[in-house]
């Protein structure tokens, strides 16, 4: 899949028109996107996330959940906590 829009650094809509909001604390991955990369959406095992995006040129992950949705009480916090 390729990005669509990225316009918002917490937001990226796929070339297949879905909608994904970007952990806070994995936004600083994403500022090397660009259109034509190409993402891989996967399924999560994680509390945090529903899904992560990952870029097959670098292996890098971010966690997203669908950009209607908020994340898990207190995930955000305890997360970046965590590192």
Same mark, same amino acid.
């Given at each position: 899949? *390729? !990005? &669509?829009?990225? @316009?918002?650094?917490? !937001?990226?809509? /796929? #070339?297949?028109?879905?909608?994904? *909001? !970007?952990? $806070?604390?994995? /936004?600083?991955?994403?500022?090397?996107?660009? $259109?034509?990369?190409?993402? &891989?959406?996967? $399924?999560?095992?994680? &509390?945090?996330?529903?899904?992560?995006?990952?870029?097959?040129? #670098?292996?890098? %992950?971010? %966690?997203? !959940?669908? @950009?209607?949705?908020?994340?898990?009480?207190?995930?955000? *916090?305890?997360?970046?906590? #965590?590192?």
């Amino acid at each position: 899949m *390729k !990005i &669509r829009t990225h @316009a918002e650094s917490h !937001i990226v809509e /796929l #070339d297949d028109g879905s909608l994904w *909001k !970007i952990f $806070p604390g994995d /936004l600083a991955t994403t500022l090397s996107w660009k $259109p034509e990369t190409d993402l &891989r959406l996967e $399924p999560s095992a994680e &509390r945090v996330s529903s899904h992560v995006l990952v870029n097959p040129a #670098d292996q890098t %992950r971010v %966690r997203v !959940i669908a @950009a209607y949705e908020s994340w898990p009480d207190g995930a955000v *916090k305890n997360a970046l906590k #965590d590192g």
